[in-house]
């Protein structure tokens, strides 16, 4: 039976390494090689838990859930009430010229901006939902909360995200 999750996972993490990386960069604001150490930190830490699946939620889920709560662990060992920013100055500077693409791409980085200034509490739940585009059940299993408690930050979220932009002098339609 243990050979068996062993194969198992070993075809899950090709799978879903790169959704992984994905989300947990998003939740990091960014910061690849952070991400990249977190989600093989997490899956040592689900390898060596293994037995502790017990296949009620989605592998995806579970390893998830330890991802994160890795992160939170190194936000708290750093003492951040905030995550960091990783952006290349030269990134945010803004010429006279500027082109759609790079008006997007400036966008997208003060939404991440935006997005790293949120509390936990609200973060957590915008980069699961957003950015890896878990549902708001599972994002429930991943955190612990009800669905409805999910929802409601959610919503906070998106209203506190609109309120930040504004303030960047980025103003949505």
Known sequence: MEDVRKEQFRRNVGEIYPRLHRAMRAYLAGSSVDAEDLV?????????????????????????????NLAID????????????????????????????????EEILLLRKAVAMLPELLRSVVVMKLIDGLTYPEIAEVT???????????????????????RMGVHQP
Do not use: C, H
């Open 74 to 105: 190194e936000f708290r060992k750093r003492k951040y009430e905030k995550m960091r920013v990783s952006t290349p100055s030269d990134e945010l500077s803004i010429e006279s010229s500027v082109s759609d693409d790079e008006r997007d791409r």
């Open 144 to 166: 612990g909360l009800n669905e409805e408690t999910v929802k409601n930050r959610m919503f906070r979220a998106r209203k506190e995200l609109a309120i930040l932009m504004k």
């Open 40 to 68: 093989q930190e997490a899956f040592l830490k689900a390898y060596k838990n293994l037995d502790s699946f017990e296949g009620d939620s989605g592998f995806y889920t579970w390893v998830y859930a330890i991802a994160r």
